[in-house]
């Protein structure tokens, strides 16, 4: 698996604070980055079917563990800057608000697309989501 590909993940925030981005509609090229290991050394190797089948199911598993910890990661801080901006506008009694998707609305819009983008790499290597990852 590509470490360094799962670890681009933590950059989804930077390409959209304070950068007037739209809403994101494709997911990032990281996700195919992330899946090529199991696809190149495991999923294309010579092996039997049911190697293939374990040994592809072990690595989408570990991949898994890492990428929904680094996900969690996101989400978390997501969620204190928000907190942080909440109590802000409270003490200045700001009624002012924006309906325009905020940069912290579009960084989880382009993580959900990542990560139905790495469901479907999963599902086109025949590793199926009732592994229970």
């Known amino acids: 698996m590509s470490r360094p590909a799962v670890l681009q993940t933590l950059a989804v925030p930077r390409l959209y604070r304070r950068t007037n981005r739209q809403m994101p509609t494709e997911p990032l090229p990281y996700v195919p980055q992330m899946i090529a290991p199991i696809e190149n050394e495991i999923?294309?190797?010579?092996?039997p079917k049911s190697v293939k089948h374990e040994w592809c199911s072990d690595a989408a598993k570990d991949l898994t563990i890492?990428?929904?910890e680094t996900v969690s990661e996101i989400l978390l801080s997501l969620k204190k800057t928000e907190d942080s901006l909440a109590m802000l506008k409270r003490g200045r009694k700001s009624a002012v608000q924006s309906s325009a998707s905020s940069d912290e609305d579009k960084i989880r819009a382009q993580l959900k697309l990542d990560v139905h983008e790495l469901g479907s790499k999963f599902k086109s290597l025949s590793v199926e989501n009732r592994e229970r990852f």
């Open 43 to 47: 999923f294309f190797a010579e092996l």
């Open 66 to 68: 890492r990428y929904s």
